[in-house]
């Protein structure tokens, strides 16, 4: 892994799917699935008819065939669902998860992680946000299940997931301490996960996967080197410049004319403190140059982390017309990139394009009812009775407010969810017709897609990216 020098970044939903991710390990370099709402995007996937039966080669090497069968049965439609049906609704994944959900994020993730490792003996990684906590386990436990080589987990700080990874390798039961609104003290809500009540006498001692935190300062990277009770195999350092959510100014907020944060100095990573902490590390946000990669390997960086790039080219999960009309924009000059405070449920300000017809536009966001289905990026919230409640703050707002959530919290947020479905063509359409439209993110250097394709020529490979990247190797 320390040879690696290209990591392509875990992008959700479902942009960093297995055909991209195995593409890249066909490369020899480090190819990511995204694992995030990758039980949703299974069960759509089912009932778009799986198209070219991946889903099903994935679900028939499961091993326990009883388990794959019931799924099967559940959510696959042959010659799939009609163009005008909605997709049947499936259950959020709260703080108590069923055996049936608990199962289907253990066989979503493990056939993602099957298809990116088929035909090659590359590494291949999976994705996870922090901030989506109630589903990590069985997701990684699916993942670990397929042989997963590298584990990298964003959006906060997972330094429960190094124990968390050695307990599933195992075999044996693994917890989680649920961050809880207005709980007081942490640990009172416990997630746990017994791989015995889902594989029965199948579940196996399996080989451990790396496990590389996102981090977007030194000082974070020294609190998970020294604070983490299992191992940290590396670091992704993640600039703002990075496409997707990105981490707060440090200090007191300040935005500039158009209301995007400002970052200073005092966001700049001190490369000197991470090198100190002897690991590898991988750089990240606005590096899908063969220039930016040379800078960070003198800078004694194993390599980058590159999405952005990838996200456009032709193996990536996003919708073929959204990649062609972003990439002649590229070219004509006529992209918008928003670092958005407030549109993310999440509170971290993430990026969004200006593109007509989807949520970055104003009309076309108030035009959207706005309820919450998908559920993955709630937050939890102590009941008075000492229990679990659930809100996101891109629902509707009475409901959010009514469930003790601040109305200013809900301001201008977006539904990510139904927005990043819509993205790789999985969009809900709802009773009355109305369809989901999509909200796409990307970072800010679009440098690379403009030096890889042209106006007329919009297509590129990601092994076209790794040869632009990696020119003389
Ligand atoms: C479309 C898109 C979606 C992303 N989604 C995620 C994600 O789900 N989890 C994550 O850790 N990073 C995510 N990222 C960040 C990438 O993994 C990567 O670190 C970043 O894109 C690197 O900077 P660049 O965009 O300048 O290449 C996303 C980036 C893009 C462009």
Redesign the pocket.
């Known amino acids: 892994m320390n040879s690696t020098k290209i990591i392509q970044?875990?992008?959700?939903?479902g942009?960093?799917d297995w055909r991209l991710a195995r593409a890249v390990s066909l490369c020899k370099q480090l190819g990511?699935v995204?694992g995030?709402a990758l039980d949703l995007i299974f069960v759509r996937r089912l009932q778009q008819g799986d198209p070219g039966g991946d889903m099903r080669r994935g679900l028939a090497a499961f091993p326990d065939a009883e388990m794959a069968q019931s799924i099967l049965d559940k959510y696959y439609i042959p010659g799939g669902k009609g163009h005008v049906e909605p997709y049947a609704n499936k259950a959020m994944v709260g703080h108590k998860l069923s055996r049936s959900i608990q199962e289907l994020l253990v066989v979503a993730n493990f056939v993602e992680v099957f298809l990116a490792k088929q035909g090659h003996d590359g590494l291949v990684g999976i994705?996870?946000?922090h901030k989506i906590q109630t589903p990590i386990m069985p997701s990684l436990y699916g993942a670990i299940l397929a042989g997963v080589d590298v584990v990298?987990?964003?959006?906060g700080i997972p330094l429960q997931i190094p124990t968390i990874i050695d307990n599933l390798c195992r075999g044996e039961v693994a917890e989680f301490d649920l961050y809880v609104q207005g709980e007081e003290g942490s640990g009172g809500h416990k997630l746990s996960f017994d791989p015995a009540d889902v594989m029965g006498d199948a579940c196996e001692v399996m080989p451990k996967p790396l496990f590389l935190p996102?981090v977007a300062s030194a000082t974070l990277a020294m609190v998970m080197v020294k604070k983490c009770k299992g191992q940290v195999d590396g670091l992704?350092i993640?600039g703002p410049?990075?496409?997707?959510?990105n981490a707060p100014p440090r200090g007191k907020a300040v935005f500039s004319e158009e209301g995007e944060p400002l970052y200073g100095r005092r966001d700049e990573v001190d490369l000197e403190q991470i090198r100190r902490l002897g690991l590898p590390f991988w750089l990240?946000?606005?590096?899908?140059k063969p220039e930016e990669l040379q800078k960070a390997i003198d800078a004694g960086a194993s390599g980058v982390?590159?999405?952005?790039?990838?996200?456009f080219c032709e193996e990536s999960g996003?919708r073929a017309d959204i990649k062609s009309d972003v990439i002649k924009s590229c070219h004509q000059g006529r992209v918008q990139i928003k670092t958005d405070p407030i549109a993310s449920p999440t509170g971290f300000p993430f990026?969004v394009i200006s593109i007509p017809d989807t949520l970055s536009e104003e009309e076309d966001y108030t035009r959207r009812h706005r309820m919450c289905d998908l559920g993955y990026l709630r937050e939890a919230y102590e009941l008075p009775d000492g229990g679990v409640g659930w809100r996101c703050r891109a629902e509707n707002p009475e409901h959010y407010v009514k469930s003790g959530g601040k109305l200013e919290d809900s301001v201008g947020k977006k539904c990510l969810c139904n927005g990043l479905m819509a993205n790789i063509g999985l969009a809900q359409i709802r009773s009355d017709a109305y369809q989901e439209l999509p909200l796409?993110?990307?970072?800010?250097?679009l440098e690379g897609i403009q030096r890889l394709s042209s106006l007329q020529d919009p297509l590129y490979t990601s092994s076209d990216v790794i040869d632009f990247l990696l020119p003389i190797s």
């Open positions: 970044g875990g992008m959700g939903l942009v960093s990511v995204s995030t994705n996870f946000l990298i987990v964003g959006a996102i992704i993640e410049s990075a496409g997707g959510h990240a946000g606005s590096y899908g982390q590159v999405g952005t790039i990838f996200a996003l990026k796409v993110t990307c970072g800010d250097d």
